[in-house]
């Protein structure tokens, strides 16, 4: 782990979102692997405080599906609801496609380590979403970009993932 200042690291728009959001001198700031477009990176600003988690979000003019504004609305839909199952959303830059959510503490769940239990938290999830799914602002919502809505639709979008 390095600590760094970041405003030297991040860029103008980023650091600007960050000071704005009460993130500002010298932190921990460690990027979060994972995912195959969007840039995350954990900042931590001492050993007592779980961080923050900075998502920059990845846009090309090619992709006409706007991920940021989907997940920005899917997030104020679930804490609107009292869906607490997720890292909090505490600010969001439209014009930049950032997020500053807080941390939890966790990892990657191999496939040989799931147990009952996770299925049965999955489960809750999936219960908690749909209690509210006939609401207007539900109905309203746009698509996930690799949202489902049959067995065969999840097993083709699995199928993609895996050839990746």
Known sequence: MVTIDLPILLSRHSSIFLEQNGVVGTYDLNPISGGANNRVYKISRSEE???????????????????????????????????????????????????????????KILPGEIKIKHIHESLDFIRDLNASRDLPEARNMPLGSEACFSLNEHLACVDRRMER
Request: proline letters at 3%; glycine letters at 6%; aromatic letters at 16%.
């Open 49 to 107: 405080c779980d961080g923050l988690v900075l998502k920059c979000y990845y846009h090309t003019s090619e992709d006409k599906r706007d991920r940021f504004n989907s997940e920005r609305l899917f997030y104020k839909w679930l804490w609107a609801q009292g869906i607490r199952r997720t890292p909090e959303p505490i600010a969001w830059c439209n014009e930049h496609r950032m997020a500053l959510f807080t941390y939890i503490r966790g990892k």
